[in-house]
């Protein structure tokens, strides 16, 4: 491949594009007569190309290939970027690892990708915004000086950023560690949920702050309340045809609001990455396995769930009141202890008119006779 760059240079590059691919394909096509192969040819659905720039490839294939390969300038994390929805499902598994913070502000970079969460498609017990929340943007990079900070604050990691006023967080600029690595600090309007030794911590605000591990929201009121939801990625979901994604991503709003209002979250899990577990779990945002095998595989997500909760609400008599929530599309927008009464059943309602509407006419449908007429 060298040598056969190397008369390119003079000629002012111009007996080819594409960098060092052309020669280094050339390369594997001299070889001397009798030579054997001296290298292995994969098959293509290993290295499926030009994403970035062919308009007219056949997604449900490209779904079946293992390797996808975006040559070309339209890249999937650009504006303009081809097939994005192959990838941001495998962008949003990095989450957990990677900074996520919130900013009011353009985009700074056409490298950055953003993720918009939608408003809630219905209203939620326990007192549901249907305000939009703000685009989520995720850095995949770090400064140098960042990169310098985070080495000497190894304790510290931002988990999602609140800042509305203010400077964005940033590791050694507006938030870091304590004197010998103990706590941490943020200022300059830098706020939000943050990771310090290993606990779940809120930390800043309009002003400067240090902030013990383990420091959460408290709630204006306690009444026993526990609101329960379930994440379950091994079972089928037969309303969308496909199983969720193990991804904290889907977890996020339902997770800052209930930090936020100090209140406590119990999930139901089936099957999620310990390092999920690991980094997001507290006392406010609890998590609880489950084996789904428990019970009938004819039964649902949206029914098996209810067995699990029954076990849940037996084994604690703490729990005065219990709250059942979706997780995905629901954010938490109040404390309810001041109105909740004893004795009382509460049920939410959907916003949307049932006449007309075509996801329930699709299930009045399947349901048929009696339903399907009124």
């Known amino acids: 491949s060298t040598r056969l760059g190397t008369p390119g240079r003079p000629c002012g590059r111009r007996l080819w594009v594409g960098g060092s691919q052309p020669p280094l394909l050339l390369?594997?096509?001299?070889?001397?007569?009798?030579?054997?192969?001296?290298?292995?040819?994969?098959?293509?659905?290993?290295?499926?190309?030009?994403?970035?720039?062919?308009?007219?490839?056949?997604?449900?294939?490209?779904?079946?290939?293992?390797?996808?390969?975006?040559?070309?300038?339209?890249k999937p994390w650009r504006d303009n970027g081809l097939y994005r929805e192959l990838w941001k499902p495998h962008r949003e598994k990095f989450n957990t690892l990677l900074r996520p913070y919130e900013t009011g502000g353009q985009q700074n970079s056409k490298e950055a990708a953003t993720q918009t969460q939608g408003p809630s498609s219905g209203s939620a017990s326990a007192g549901s915004k249907n305000s939009k929340e703000k685009k989520v943007k995720i850095t995949t990079t770090m400064s140098p000086k960042e990169v310098a900070a985070q080495a000497k604050c190894p304790n510290v990691r931002l988990l999602d950023e609140w800042t509305e006023e203010g400077k964005p967080c940033k590791i050694g600029s507006t938030f870091g560690c304590g004197n010998e690595g103990a706590g941490m600090w943020a200022k300059d309007g830098c706020s939000g949920?943050?990771?310090?030794?290993?606990?779940?911590?809120?930390?800043?605000?309009?002003?400067?702050?240090?902030?013990?591990?383990?420091?959460?929201?408290?709630?204006?009121?306690?009444?026993?309340?526990?609101?329960?939801?379930?994440?379950?990625?091994?079972?089928?979901?037969?309303?969308?045809?496909?199983?969720?994604?193990?991804?904290?991503?889907?977890?996020?709003?339902?997770?800052?609001?209930?930090?936020?209002?100090?209140?406590?979250?119990?999930?139901?899990?089936?099957?999620?990455?310990?390092?999920?577990?690991?980094?997001?779990?507290?006392?406010?945002?609890?998590?609880?396995?489950?084996?789904?095998?428990?019970?009938?595989?004819?039964?649902?997500?949206?029914?098996?769930?209810?067995?699990?909760?029954?076990?849940?609400?037996?084994?604690?008599?703490?729990?005065?009141?219990?709250?059942i929530l979706d997780a995905f599309d629901v954010r938490i927008g109040m404390n309810p202890c001041d109105g909740l009464r004893e004795g009382m059943l509460y049920v939410g309602h959907e916003l949307d008119k049932l006449k007309k509407h075509p996801w329930m006419k699709a299930r009045f449908q399947k349901m048929g006779g009696k339903y399907l007429k009124w």
């Open 27 to 74: 390369a594997f096509l001299s070889r001397p007569v009798g030579a054997s192969e001296d290298y292995v040819v994969f098959d293509k659905a290993w290295n499926t190309g030009d994403l970035g720039w062919r308009t007219n490839l056949n997604v449900k294939k490209l779904r079946t290939k293992y390797v996808l390969h975006w040559n070309g300038n339209e």
């Open 193 to 323: 949920i943050f990771s310090a030794s290993g606990k779940v911590t809120t930390c800043g605000g309009v002003a400067s702050a240090a902030c013990e591990p383990g420091t959460l929201p408290k709630p204006t009121k306690s009444c026993g309340v526990m609101l329960v939801t379930t994440f379950f990625t091994t079972k089928k979901d037969w309303q969308r045809g496909k199983m969720a994604k193990a991804s904290f991503s889907k977890l996020q709003i339902l997770y800052r609001t209930v930090i936020k209002h100090g209140l406590r979250v119990t999930v139901v899990y089936d099957n999620l990455p310990e390092e999920l577990l690991k980094v997001y779990a507290c006392d406010n945002f609890q998590f609880h396995q489950v084996d789904l095998n428990d019970f009938s595989r004819r039964y649902g997500v949206n029914d098996v769930r209810y067995f699990f909760f029954e076990r849940l609400l037996r084994q604690h008599e703490d729990w005065k009141y219990m709250f």
